[in-house]
């Protein structure tokens, strides 16, 4: 079965330095894959995406990541966390091939900032 | 602006009542989605409808019931059925974004059982 796999339950980061949170996926093929950000109480909102071309995309409020074939691996990145990024992150991937396009998510990581 | 709206935002129900969580989107997306989401877990899909008066279970449908009579809108009733429906349950709908589907999430409800 496909599943999404972030190691990650809780990470922190002090403000001002850099992030990485990890995010890997099974599956032979290339899924779409996409990165969500959680405030509390709040819905989801996306953060970016791939499908396709760059291995490195661009998100909002300054994150990227890179999918990394090899590795399975669709790593989010940001070089300097602000105290506003705390929040909850999840991965998701859209697995094409399953006949009908659904996400599967990861069980999130929660980034706390100190200051 | 386009969006989804999910109401109530919280929701306190006896034991052995049916509650139904609403949720209306006016993005024009043909498919919508239930999720529950409990801590730890991630989210998890209750329910999936890909076009007005069609849907299908998701993982966990069990103890829950939609419907979809409008494009725009796909109410979840959480009946008395489930065994622990406390939780922060999520509505999404899914449209075409630079050539790949994108969810678009409405800010849920808290559905606590007293």
């Known amino acids: 079965a496909q599943s999404v796999t972030q190691p990650d339950i809780h990470i922190t980061v002090s403000e001002g330095a850099s992030l990485e949170l990890r995010c890997n996926y099974s599956y032979g093929a290339t899924p779409y894959l996409f990165w969500y950000v959680q405030s509390p109480g709040q819905g989801l909102q996306l953060l970016l995406k791939y499908f396709s071309g760059d291995t490195l995309v661009q998100g909002i409020k300054g994150f990227e990541a890179e999918f990394k074939r090899s590795q399975s691996s669709f790593n989010l990145r940001k070089p300097s966390v602000h105290w506003s990024d705390a929040a909850e992150y999840f991965c998701?991937?859209?697995?094409?091939?399953?006949?009908?396009?659904?996400?599967?998510f990861g069980t999130g990581t929660r980034l706390l900032v100190s200051p | 602006d386009g969006g989804i709206t999910q109401s109530p935002k919280y929701l306190f129900r006896k034991e052995g009542q049916n509650v139904t969580l609403s949720c209306e989107q006016n993005l024009n997306h043909d498919a919508m989605y239930w999720y529950r989401q409990d801590p730890g877990q991630g989210l998890r899909l209750i329910y999936y409808?890909?076009?007005?008066?069609?849907?299908q279970k998701g993982d966990i449908a069990e103890g829950y019931s939609v419907s979809r009579e409008k494009k725009e809108s796909f109410p979840l009733t959480v009946t008395s059925a489930q065994k622990n429906p406390t939780a922060f349950y999520l509505c999404?709908?899914?449209?075409?974004?630079?050539?790949?589907?994108?969810?678009?999430f409405g800010a849920g409800s808290r559905l606590t059982v007293l």
């Open positions: 999404a709908s899914m449209g075409k974004e630079s050539g790949a589907n994108v969810l678009t």
């Open positions: 409808s890909q076009i007005v008066n069609d849907f």
């Open positions: 998701a991937v859209d697995y094409v091939n399953t006949g009908f396009q659904k996400l599967v």
